[in-house]
Nanobody, 124 residues
Framework: QVQLVESGGGLVQAGGSLRLSCAAS????????MGWFRQAPGKEREFVAA????????NYADSVKGRFTLSRDNVKNTVYLQMNSLKPEDTAVYYC?????????????????WGQGTQVTVAS
């Protein structure tokens, strides 16, 4: 079955960096756009970034543009979210998701499979 496993979360000081990884199995990875979403306590799940199946196109939320970089390795079936200049408001559970033959939607319902999430906490 399809599995998406996130890793790399943790506690970091404001201004620091983290790199999240999402390893996929059980699917034809290059056929899926991959997205990252986050959800803070008491808030709705929000789009962070997405990348097309080929890796040639990326989308970012305005709140992370210029600070986060999304990439993928279609040999390792893994997507990476490099997060720099982290802010306390970036604190959330981060989820990766797979969208079959998609372009990297901003809308969470477009995604077919989800990981279990990884906690990112940014201390001020």
């Amino acid at each position: 079955q399809v599995q998406l496993v996130e890793s790399g979360g943790g506690l970091v000081q404001a201004g620091g960096s983290l790199r999240l990884s999402c390893a996929a199995s059980g699917l034809t990875f290059s056929s899926y756009a991959m997205g990252w979403f986050r959800q803070a306590p008491g808030k709705e799940r929000e789009f962070v970034a997405a990348i097309s199946g080929s890796g040639g196109s990326t989308n970012y939320a305005d709140s992370v543009k210029g600070r986060f970089t999304l990439s993928r390795d279609n040999v390792k079936n893994t997507v990476y979210l490099q997060m720099n200049s982290l802010k306390p408001e970036d604190t959330a559970v981060y989820y990766c998701a797979a969208e079959f033959r998609g372009s990297g939607s901003y809308y969470y319902r477009a995604y077919d499979f989800w990981g279990q999430g990884t906690q990112v906490t940014v201390a001020s």
